[in-house]
């Protein structure tokens, strides 16, 4: 099982940017998917997350109409919006695949079960 997550870069406070996460050796229509970052010293953080289907997603409150999740099936891939980014949001941001089928998107890192390479993403004023 392989998750790769890009698109991450350097950009403005205020910027927008949309990560991508492609997966390969898994079925992917079996697995909801979750956006986390981590910054240097803190815990891996929930950011959002998208049932198998994709008609239900979560965020966090603090990503709350600032991000947009979402999925094609048919690519293997997540996509993560992020919009209105501030320094805060410098982190490596990791995409994760969640078999878990009980109705409920997870919100911590320890519920999923592959993780990919994250991808750095630094917002500078």
């Known amino acids: 099982v392989q998750l790769q997550a890009y698109g991450g870069g350097l950009v403005q406070t205020g910027s927008s940017l949309t990560l991508s996460c492609t997966t390969s050796g898994l079925i992917f229509s079996n697995y909801d998917m979750g956006w986390f970052r981590q910054a240097p010293g803190k815990e891996r953080q929930f950011v959002a997350a998208i049932s198998r289907s994709g008609f239900d997603t979560h965020y966090r409150p603090s990503w709350e109409g600032r991000a947009t999740i979402s999925r094609d099936n048919t690519k293997n891939t997540v996509y993560l919006q992020m919009n209105r980014l501030t320094e805060e949001d410098t982190a490596v941001y990791y995409c994760?695949?969640?078999?878990?089928?009980?109705?409920?998107?997870?919100?911590?890192?320890?519920?999923?079960?592959?993780w990919g390479r994250g991808t750095q993403v630094t917002v500078s004023s």
């Open positions: 994760g695949a969640d078999r878990r089928d009980d109705g409920w998107l997870g919100t911590s890192y320890q519920l999923y079960d592959y």
